[in-house]
């Protein structure tokens, strides 16, 4: 009897070591030490893949991607494996801010890189990383409101964050972003300037004023601006500059302002984590992608201001197009950059209080 | 693996184990630990610290009480508007449609089989301010200007309804299917109306599809939560929308696992209820003639 | 009284002709559109093919669309595999009807709270998510249709057939492959179909489960229906409507030709 249950216990061991070799394949073909390939952890939409095959043919190095939807993701997978599996990161500011402090980055060898001239002096030398010890500006994109211009230039509106957070002057409809992170943000500057923090007193107002916006929301959508402009849903969009491009060339009676108290941009940058011995390739690959020509054909597909000072392709540009690049040349006393002015319990708890209520 | 004949007799359980540790291993291990996980401390070193009760702490209060309130609602309004609408149209397939029950039956199935996102992009066509509907009702003169039918609560219900109808019909057309038509006809005989034999005899004799329809259409609408994104312009919060934004917001997974199991106790109680609510409402009364 | 009964059945003729027209009418609406020559929300301006084009040209939704078969492939293969194991050691003699409400809880359990634990599962055993997750997952849906369908059809085969193949001198296990397995056939292609068509359509678990790496045909779809509308999307619709057509003909021929449900 017992040599039976030996038996059934040792075929329910096989079988499960069987599951278990299933389940880890992927990880173990990806952490095999392949001497020319490097490790991508980034956005879906920043890196061009016709670029990227380019580099490939050029240099006979192999990139592979992994991707994130959030820099609450790549934070948490960085933290948890120390770094480890990844040759090259994409993270927003603050993010960065966030892995310089816990150490997972390595330190950046400017010999390496051929491009260093022809960056755009505005992006560099920034609080989350001062003298850019850590990483490279790649792209940057601003907040602004798409509007449909014909409505705006008709009542005469002042650019303003009044626009969208002052309940007695609004009498049309918006669409209002689905991240907690930006709707707080922008809350807490519309009540309180380019503040750090927030105590819980101001976290309150924070509160009402975005309850009180619900009356005049037409929907949270973070990308969806265009599509409510173009069927007359709303008539004021918050959206970003990339997302912007596109639709100016597919929908003419769409135009932008940026509110005049000032607004946030986001900046992308390259950095290196710490445990990653394929530098040497790292480098080539980001050499590559600063080139004039990957820089130009990055913002062809995606919109995104690139952080080097290239100039910016101006042939049959929509008057607005030419207009956005314009406020894009301007200094950057009036752009803020993105972060978080709760903790992230906080913010959360705060969304689901505005949305939960009618 | 070759095994010498006396122990050829281990074969059917090699072959016949792994479906059992599969379904151990993916589905109740995975279902004991988010309960535990949701109920042990976790220091930030990562040791375990012990038994607490903070973490569904932090969700007994007013908003996300009010949160899987609203899809307890949601769920139910989903399932009763379901009903009224299935019910007819089961009966029609079972009784009334004689030749033409299977195309009719396969009718149902292609709406039922293809992509749920492509469903929500159709009503985007029909719904929006100018869109079908709304040119419709223009060009017949009803209306001037579009009525705003996106974006409201009002179009997250005709998109779960749309949805989930197939649900609730075909578990009460298979029940009605082997409805014996003579008890129908014996009741009318004896000189019971039309109504009242449809509440003595066919909704009683029913009630295991009716059941089954409830509960097919409830419980997944209670963790909806791309409909009211997408449909309703994310204006309201229900429990999907809630757990998605702590799981994947990574940091807080371990809060997004106790309020998953906060919601699936609430949701397990009034499942409880529901039952005997139905029960209540459409069980036989009185005659014990009538066997199921 | 006739002229009542009759009354009653036009009504009821028209409940269900609205309620046909209510299921189809937002599906022809979108089909219509595919072949509008302007992006919504143009009025029709024109007939063309030009959208099909797009589609059939786009790299990332054919990665998709691959993906989501390949998924579904594999979900269906596994859980057909594991039925037929279980009821070949229930063939052998073996009883498990104990056991058999182990699996009713699959299908009962919201999708969402599935999805949770599993991710949960994952992330603490460090599982890198991925269409290798995915699989798993929809293969614990998969194992909720298969095991309590194919248990109940075999308790219901004639028993005469295995035992005249018993005593005509074949061992069981020739038995269960040369008669009880075709016998069953019939159940186990419809109800692989049915995990197939669940898995290809499934969103809460690919929402949850597939990581941001492996991009499924429904995950692809959420992020266009999330930037606005494509009239791309109205041309796979179109394309998805006619396989999910063929698919269902297939069940439904199976179906009514013997009973399996």
Redesign the interface.
């Given at each position: 009897m017992i040599k039976k249950t030996l038996l059934r216990l040792f075929i329910v061991f096989c079988w499960l070591l069987c599951i278990c070799l299933?389940?880890?394949?992927?990880?173990i073909s990806?952490l095999r030490y392949n001497n020319n390939t490097i490790n991508v952890f980034a956005w879906?939409d920043i890196l061009d893949?016709s670029v990227i095959a380019e580099f490939e043919k050029e240099t006979g190095i192999k990139v592979k991607?992994?991707?994130?939807?959030s820099n609450e993701?790549l934070l948490v997978k960085l933290k948890a494996t120390g770094g480890e599996g990844y040759d090259l990161i994409i993270p927003s500011d603050y993010a960065l801010g966030n892995l310089i402090e816990e150490n997972l980055l390595k330190k950046l060898d400017k010999s390496k890189l051929s491009f260093w001239q022809t960056m755009d002096p505005r992006l560099l030398d920034k609080f989350f990383d001062p003298g850019n010890r850590y990483s490279i500006p790649f792209e940057w994109e601003i907040f602004l409101f798409a509007v449909n211009k014909e409505y705006f230039s008709h009542h005469r509106k002042a650019p303003s964050w009044k626009l969208v957070f002052d309940k007695k002057t609004i009498d049309y409809k918006i669409a209002m972003t689905n991240d907690p992170i930006e709707a707080t943000l922008f809350a807490s500057f519309y009540l309180f300037g380019p503040v750090k923090t927030l105590d819980s007193a101001r976290a309150s107002s924070v509160q009402n004023l975005l309850s009180e916006q619900k009356s005049f929301v037409e929907a949270y959508?973070?990308?969806?601006g265009?599509?409510f402009l173009?069927?007359g849903s709303c008539e004021l969009a918050i959206a970003s500059s990339s997302y912007l491009w596109k639709t100016f060339k597919?929908f003419p009676t769409i135009g932008f302002m940026i509110p005049k108290e000032g607004t946030f941009i986001t900046v992308e940058s390259f950095a290196i984590p710490k445990p990653s011995k394929k530098e040497a390739l790292t480098y080539k690959l980001i050499n590559y992608l600063f080139k004039k020509e990957s820089i130009l054909a990055h913002f062809e597909s995606f919109g995104f201001f690139p952080a080097t000072l290239h100039p910016l392709p101006n042939v049959n540009l929509s008057p607005d197009a030419e207009k956005l690049i314009l406020a894009s040349k301007k200094d950057f006393s009036h752009f803020h950059f993105m972060h978080e002015v709760m903790s992230q319990q906080k913010i959360t708890d705060i969304w689901v209080e505005v949305k939960s209520k009618n | 693996m070759k095994f010498t004949s006396k122990k050829s007799s281990e074969f059917?359980?090699i072959?016949?184990?792994?479906?059992?540790l599969?379904?151990?291993l993916?589905?109740?291990?995975?279902?004991v630990?988010?309960v535990g996980?949701s109920f042990i401390a976790i220091s930030d070193s990562g040791s375990l610290e012990g038994f607490t009760f903070e973490k569904i702490g932090v969700f007994l209060n007013p908003t996300y009480i009010r949160v899987i309130l609203s899809s307890v609602l949601l769920g139910l309004a989903n399932a009763t508007i379901c009903f009224c609408?299935a019910y007819?149209?089961a009966?029609?397939?079972a009784f009334?449609a004689h030749k033409f029950k299977?195309l009719?039956?396969?009718?149902?199935?292609?709406?039922?089989?293809?992509?749920?996102?492509?469903?929500?992009?159709?009503?985007?066509?029909?719904l929006?301010?100018?869109?079908?509907l709304n040119?419709l009702l223009k060009t017949l003169g009803l209306i001037q200007d579009s009525i705003p039918f996106m974006n409201s609560l009002f179009a997250t219900m005709i998109m779960m309804v749309?949805y989930y109808?197939p649900f609730m019909v075909l578990p009460i057309y298979s029940s009605l299917e082997k409805f014996d038509y003579k008890l129908i006809e014996a009741s009318l005989d004896l000189g019971a109306g039309?109504f009242k034999t449809l509440r003595r005899i066919i909704l009683p004799l029913s009630l295991g599809g009716i059941r089954a329809g409830f509960?097919l259409v409830y419980?997944?609408s209670?963790?909806e939560?791309?409909i009211p994104e997408?449909m309703g312009g994310d204006k309201q919060m229900f429990?999907?929308s809630v757990?998605?934004r702590y799981?994947?917001g990574d940091q807080t997974?371990?809060l997004?696992?106790a309020f998953?199991v906060l919601?699936?106790v609430i949701?397990c109680v009034s499942s409880i209820l529901l039952y005997f609510v139905l029960n209540l409402i459409f069980k036989r009364r009185g005659s014990h003639a009538v066997k199921n | 009284m006739p002229l009542k009964i009759e009354g009653?059945?036009i009504v009821?003729?028209i409940?269900?002709l609205s309620?046909?027209c209510?299921?189809?009418?937002?599906?022809i609406?979108?089909v219509v559109?595919s072949f509008n020559a302007e992006?919504?929300?143009s009025?029709w301006t024109g007939f063309s093919w030009r959208w099909y084009e797009e589609l059939f040209q786009s790299?990332y939704l054919w990665q998709a669309f691959m993906n989501s078969l390949l998924v579904a492939a594999f979900s269906t293969l596994i859980s057909l595999l594991?039925?037929v194991?279980?009821i070949?050691?229930?063939a052998?003699g073996?009883k498990?009807k104990n056991?058999l409400f182990?699996?009713y809880?699959?299908l009962?359990?919201?999708?969402?709270?599935?999805a949770?634990?599993?991710?949960?599962?994952f992330?603490?055993?460090?599982?890198?998510l991925?269409l290798?997750?995915l699989v798993?997952?929809h293969?614990?849906l998969g194992?909720g249709f298969v095991?309590p369908i194919t248990y109940s059809r075999y308790s219901e085969l004639d028993t005469k057939m295995t035992e005249a193949s018993l005593v005509l001198g074949a061992t069981p296990k020739q038995t269960f492959f040369k008669v009880t397995l075709p016998l069953l056939r019939p159940s186990l292609i419809a109800t692989g179909l049915l995990i197939f068509?669940i898995s290809?359509?499934d969103?809460?678990l690919s929402?949850?489960c597939a990581g941001?790496?492996a991009q499924t045909?429904?995950l692809y779809?959420?992020s266009m229906?999330?930037?606005?509308?494509s009239p791309v999307?109205?041309a796979?619709?179109a394309v998805?409507?006619v396989l999910?057509?063929l698919?269902?003909?297939v069940?439904?021929s199976i179906k009514?030709r013997v009973r399996i449900l």
């Open positions: 299933a389940l880890y394949w992927p990880k990806f879906s893949p991607f992994n991707y994130y939807s993701e959508a973070s990308f969806r265009d599509y173009s069927t597919q | 059917p359980f072959v016949g184990i792994p479906a059992i599969w379904q151990i993916l589905f109740y291990l995975p279902l630990l988010i996980t609408i007819p149209l009966y029609f397939m009334r299977n009719l039956l396969f009718l149902l199935l292609i709406p039922f089989w293809t992509n749920f996102l492509l469903h929500v992009y159709a009503w985007f066509f029909v929006e301010r100018n869109g079908f040119n749309y109808l039309r509960f419980i997944p209670f963790g939560f791309a997408l429990v999907g757990v998605a799981i994947l997974g371990s997004g696992a998953t919601s699936s949701l | 009653s059945k009821h003729f409940l269900v309620t046909y209510f299921l189809y009418l937002p599906l609406v979108l559109f992006r919504f929300p009025p790299k594991l039925g194991f279980l070949f050691y229930v052998q073996k498990i056991f182990l699996y809880g699959n009962v359990v919201p999708e969402t709270v599935l949770v634990a599993l991710l949960g599962f992330t603490l055993t460090y599982i890198p991925g290798t997750t798993l997952a293969t614990i194992l095991i068509i290809f359509d969103f809460i929402y949850f941001s790496s045909l429904s779809i959420l229906l999330r930037t606005g509308v999307v109205n796979l619709s998805l409507l999910s057509s698919l269902a003909l069940f439904f009514t």
